[in-house]
C-alpha cells in the first residue's frame, strides 16, 4: 500500500524550488533527486530513478490561492468547484448570506479560508467531493494539516485547536477518517489578507509553517502505527507571505525562506515518519509562483473603479465599509492584484433593478464596460474580458478586448483559461492589468506579487519522489500537465479508479 505526503508549499516559484531541492545536504534532497539532464518536449524529466519532475505544470486563474488549492484538491477547474477568488463575491448568497458577500479583511478571511467548516469549502460546487471523500469512500484515511479545503460531507472533527489562542493544550488525534488540522486564530494574525506587514511576527514571535509543522508532529506522536493515514497533506502558507514582504530574489529571498524554514519543517516530519517512508510517495508541488514587483509605485488605489463608476450613477458594493450593503449596490468587485472581477447586476443604475441571481444584459455589460474604458483612467489594462450571453448560461465564456498592443506575449493561455472559470461565480466583466510594469490594485507595499496569468506566476513546481516512485513512469501520450491533474494521480497511486476530473492520471506502472 502506497502512502502519499503531498508537500503543498503556497508561492513556490519553480526555478527557485528546483534550485533550492538540487542543493545536496538538504532534508529535501533525502527524498527528492532532481535530474540535471536537459527536459524533454513536453517538460517531464524522469531520469533519476527516484524522482520523476514536471516542468511545464500550469495552475488556474485567478492566479490567487483559493481558486488554484481547491482545483489541486478537486480536480476541477474553477468553474466547476465554485472558488473563484481569495475575495470573491458571492452572487447567490451560498457562502453566508447576502449581507457579507465579499470577504475583505483578517477576520472575515480567516473565517472564509477556514471557519468553522469554511466558508471557502461551502462555495465548492455542492457534493462537490475532494481528494479525501474519494479515499474516505474506499475506507482509506487522511489527515490534513492546514490545507483550507476538505471534505464538506466526511470530515471528521475539525481541530479545535483554533478555539484555543494560547495553544497551551493539542487536540488529540481523533481517530476518524479524514483528520483535519486548522491554524487557530493567533497563527491567522501573521496570515494577513493583504497587508503583508509581517517582518516583526515572523522573525520574532511564531511562524505560521512552524506551527503547522508543530501540529503535525504532535500528531505522528500521538498516531498509533495502524493509524497511519494513506494521504497527509501539508499545507506551508509563510513562504508566499514572505515572498510578498521581502521579493523573490537576494538574501531574504524565496530561496532563504524555502531553506531555512520549509525545509527545516520538512527534515522535523521525516525524523517522525521515518518508519513509513519505504512506502511513502512524495508529492512537492505549489499553487502558484510569484512575480518581482518592478515599479512599487504602480498601484492602482481599489477606490479607482467604484469612482468612475458612480460618475455614471452606479453604486459599487464598498469592501471597506462595514456599512456598505450589497443589496443597494449593483456593481461589485473582487480583486486579485492584476486581475478583478466585476459583477454587473441586472438593469444596473436602472429603476427596475434585477437580482444578483440574474443573469446582466448584453447592454448592462457594454455600458459597464464603455465607462471603465472611456477617459483612459484604467490605461495599464492589458485585457477587459466581457460575460458571453449565449443560450441564457452562466457558462458560455468570455469574449475579450485587448487594450495595449504586444499584451498577448506574456500571458499563458490567458484565454483558453479565462473560460475554465466561466460560472456564476466569476465576474461579468474581468480586467487583467499589465504585469510587466507590475500594475496592481492596493496600495500595499509589497516586494513580490501574483495573480495575472503569465509565465512565473502560472509553471508551478510538480516532484513525485521516494522509493515507491521508482515502479512508476510519466504516461507517455501525456502533454498540457495541468495542477488539476493532481488528484487524479493522487488517485491512482493509491489504486482508486475515478474518472470524472477536468485533470487526468499523469503516471502509469512501468512494464515488466
Ligand atoms: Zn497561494
Ligand atoms: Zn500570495
Redo the contacts with the bound molecule.
Keep these: 500500500m502506497n502512502r502519499i505526503v503531498f508537500v503543498n508549499i503556497?508561492?513556490a516559484c519553480r526555478d527557485i524550488f528546483y534550485s533550492v531541492v538540487r542543493k545536496n545536504k538538504t532534508n529535501f534532497s533525502q527524498v527528492i533527486k532532481l535530474p540535471k539532464r536537459a527536459i524533454n518536449n513536453v517538460g517531464i524529466s524522469s531520469s533519476r530513478k527516484d524522482t520523476i519532475a514536471f516542468h511545464q505544470v500550469l495552475n488556474v486563474l485567478p492566479v490567487?490561492?483559493m481558486p488554484n488549492q481547491a482545483s489541486l484538491f478537486t480536480g476541477l477547474y474553477p468553474c466547476n468547484h465554485g472558488v473563484l477568488n481569495?475575495h470573491m463575491f458571492d452572487r447567490l448568497g451560498k457562502s453566508g448570506g447576502a449581507d457579507e458577500p465579499v470577504y475583505y479583511n483578517n477576520l472575515r478571511a480567516y473565517n472564509f479560508y477556514y471557519g468553522t467548516i469554511g466558508s471557502a469549502n461551502r462555495m465548492l460546487t455542492e457534493q462537490t467531493p475532494t481528494v479525501h471523500d474519494y479515499l474516505y469512500d474506499k475506507g482509506m484515511t487522511s489527515a490534513i494539516f492546514y490545507s483550507h479545503f476538505s471534505s464538506q460531507k466526511n470530515a471528521g472533527k475539525v481541530n479545535k485547536i483554533m478555539f484555543n489562542f494560547m495553544r497551551d493544550e493539542f487536540s488529540k488525534h481523533s481517530g476518524s477518517a479524514i483528520d483535519w488540522w486548522v491554524p487557530s486564530p493567533m497563527d491567522a494574525l501573521e496570515f494577513p489578507s493583504q497587508g503583508f506587514n509581517e517582518s516583526h511576527i515572523f522573525d520574532k514571535y511564531i511562524n505560521f509553517d512552524g506551527e503547522m509543522m508543530q501540529d503535525t508532529l504532535k500528531y505522528l506522536e500521538d498516531m498509533e502505527d495502524e493509524e497511519v493515514p494513506n494521504l497527509v497533506t501539508l499545507y506551508f502558507g509563510g513562504n508566499?507571505?514572505h515572498?510578498?514582504g521581502k521579493g523573490t530574489k537576494g538574501e531574504k529571498g524565496q530561496a532563504h525562506y524555502l531553506l531555512d524554514y520549509c525545509d527545516k519543517f520538512f527534515g522535523k516530519f521525516l525524523e517522525k515518519w521515518e518508519k513509513f517512508i519505504d512506502q511513502t510517495i512524495f508529492i512537492f508541488l505549489s499553487d502558484?509562483g510569484?512575480i518581482d514587483v518592478c515599479n512599487g509605485n504602480n498601484t492602482i488605489e481599489k477606490d479607482l473603479i467604484p469612482e468612475i463608476l458612480k460618475k455614471k450613477g452606479y453604486k459599487c458594493f464598498n469592501p471597506k465599509s462595514y456599512l456598505s450593503r450589497v443589496g443597494k449596490c449593483d456593481v461589485a468587485i473582487a480583486y486579485s492584484?492584476g486581475m478583478v472581477q466585476i459583477y454587473v447586476q441586472k438593469n444596473a443604475n436602472e429603476s427596475n433593478k434585477g437580482d444578483w441571481t440574474e443573469l446582466p444584459s448584453e447592454d448592462d455589460l457594454e455600458k459597464v464596460k464603455d465607462t471603465l474604458t472611456q477617459g483612459g483612467k484604467l490605461n495599464h489594462t492589458d485585457f477587459i474580458f466581457t460575460r458571453k450571453l449565449d443560450g441564457n448560461s452562466w457558462n458560455a465564456g468570455y469574449t475579450f478586448d485587448q487594450l495595449r498592443p504586444g499584451a498577448g506575449a506574456d500571458f499563458v493561455r490567458l484565454t483558453e483559461r479565462m473560460d475554465e472559470i466561466c460560472c456564476h461565480s466569476s465576474g461579468d466583466i474581468i480586467l487583467v492589468l499589465d504585469p510587466r510594469e507590475t500594475y496592481r490594485f492596493g496600495g500595499e507595499d509589497l516586494k513580490s506579487?501574483?495573480?495575472y496569468g503569465i509565465e512565473q506566476d502560472s509553471y508551478v513546481p510538480l516532484i513525485f519522489a521516494g522509493n515507491n516512485i521508482n515502479l512508476f513512469k510519466p504516461k507517455n501520450d501525456i502533454s498540457n500537465v495541468r495542477t488539476v491533474d493532481i488528484t487524479p494521480t493522487i488517485l491512482y497511486l493509491l489504486g482508486i479508479d475515478v474518472d470524472k476530473f477536468d485533470g487526468k492520471n499523469l503516471l502509469e506502472k512501468k512494464s515488466g
Design positions: 503556497d508561492g490567487y490561492t481569495n508566499d507571505h515572498c510578498h502558484h510569484h492584484c506579487v501574483h495573480g
